[in-house]
């Protein structure tokens, strides 16, 4: 069923409240993320270019390993939205169990994968990779606990928990960098600040007691397919990455890689949109006009971005690369914009796909991969485009890509809506 209800027609006070709600949260992802970004400039300047490189590839695992704590925040905050009637603790304390025992199952996978990672990575440290383990551990149990704050619309506990990701890992993380600066230090500050989320969790969180055995079954068997979905969204969103190095020349990919930095600052920007709605999209799935919405504002975020990168191009290429090595850049670095803002709009449409567990999410992106992979070697492997040209095309494939995708998932959508 379609809610008929108009933004004019809604009350003043939700309205205040919703601001207030998604301004918290957007504070705190902010702060998480200019951390996050921080801690690396710092590693930069501390460390000598081969360890930084170490360090950036030990990142990059925790990146791809930091979808199941995503796919446990999905699930858990979809099952506390859509919760009717007592046992809300409960329900907590199984998706809380469930993050325990997803945690204590992806830090046993790391650790047996350690010998392997050290020989694929060229890293001398051993310890550093083994430190993946409770970094992994500490961002699972903590995802689980995001889920149950994000369903229950708990928005300022839920902004505190990212405020306390980004300063952890910028506080311990730094401060073992300036002891003693080198890979293993900054693998050692990254998983002790990895622990401080989930030890404010387990405080915003007490009294949560009471899940049962199927209950945990359950959470774990939904995170599963969130995961998939999820897994299949991050794929296809650093797909391009990697066609540009196989597909272009070194200088060309280089151009690529620095534009790659605009569309991820645009494809991060409207999260707290996404983190905001998410419970709403999950227990109202019929309600089609706040979807609706919720790709509005993101994409009149995305619209700002491209402008922005239209009108300051050299602002945009000194933040990206710097203005000396990337001049080249601003002329098109408005395309990046548009193709990370179209990867944010699609990011929201997977979402709600989750909320409303649409099962043939994760396989309509996976051919998008497959459609987006052909169609670039096709056109650049034959050298039907070269040079910036190649990059250009490239780039405009991505986004005609994602703005597909979302067309295609938010039809599916609405027509599920329609038949339930």
């Not at 306390?164 to 600040?193: E, N, Y």
């Not at 939904?222 to 969204?233: D, N």
């Not at 408005?334 to 989750?354: D, P, R």
Request: glycine residues 10%; contains cysteine.
């Amino acid at each position: 069923m379609t809610s008929d209800t108009t933004p004019e027609q809604q009350p003043a006070a939700p309205k205040v409240s919703f601001l207030r709600s998604a301004t918290a949260v957007a504070v705190g992802m902010a702060i998480m993320n200019v951390a996050a970004y921080g801690f690396t400039l710092f590693a930069v300047h501390k460390l000598v270019p081969e360890q930084f490189s170490a360090v950036i590839a030990l990142l990059g695992l925790l990146l791809i390993g930091n979808v199941v704590p995503l796919g446990l925040q999905a699930s858990g905050a979809r099952r506390i939205a859509t919760h009717t009637g007592p046992g809300q603790a409960a329900l907590a304390d199984s998706l809380l169990k469930a993050g325990r025992r997803a945690a204590l199952g992806i830090g046993a996978v790391t650790v047996v994968a350690t010998p392997l990672l050290v020989w694929l990575l060229h890293i001398d440290s051993v310890v550093a990779v083994l430190l993946i383990a409770p970094t992994l551990a500490g961002l699972t149990v903590m995802g689980s606990q995001l889920g149950v704050l994000q369903g229950g619309q708990s928005w300022t506990e839920l902004a505190a928990m990212y405020t306390a990701v980004g300063v952890g890992r910028f506080f311990f993380g730094a401060g073992a960098l300036m002891i003693h600066p080198s890979l293993t230090s900054a693998m050692v500050g990254i998983a002790i600040g990895a622990a401080v989320p989930p030890l404010l969790g387990s405080f915003l969180l007490r009294g949560s007691t009471g899940g049962t055995p199927e209950q945990v079954k359950e959470s774990l068997r939904e995170t599963v397919h969130g995961t998939h979905t999820l897994l299949a969204f991050f794929a296809i969103a650093n797909a391009d990455v990697l066609l540009a190095r196989s597909l272009l020349d070194g200088q060309d990919s280089g151009y690529y890689a620095a534009g790659v930095i605009v569309a991820k600052a645009c494809l991060f920007l409207p999260q707290f949109v996404i983190v905001i709605v998410f419970p709403s999209l999950a227990n109202a799935p019929g309600d089609t006009l706040r979807l609706r919405r919720a790709i509005q504002a993101v994409a009149a975020l995305g619209v700002c971005c491209v402008l922005g990168a239209l009108l300051l191009p050299d602002l945009v290429v000194t933040v990206a690369g710097g203005k000396e090595k990337y001049a080249a850049l601003g002329s098109y670095a408005w395309m990046f914009a548009l193709a990370g803002s179209a990867y944010a709009v699609l990011q929201l449409v997977v979402y709600a796909a989750i909320a409303q567990q649409e099962k043939r999410a994760a396989l309509l992106i996976w051919i998008g991969l497959i459609t987006l992979a052909v169609a670039a070697v096709i056109v650049l492997g034959t050298d039907i485009a070269t040079g910036m040209a190649a990059v250009k095309v490239l780039v405009g494939m991505t986004a005609a890509c994602a703005l597909a995708l979302s067309a295609a998932l938010a039809a599916g959508l609405h027509k599920q809506a329609a038949d339930s």
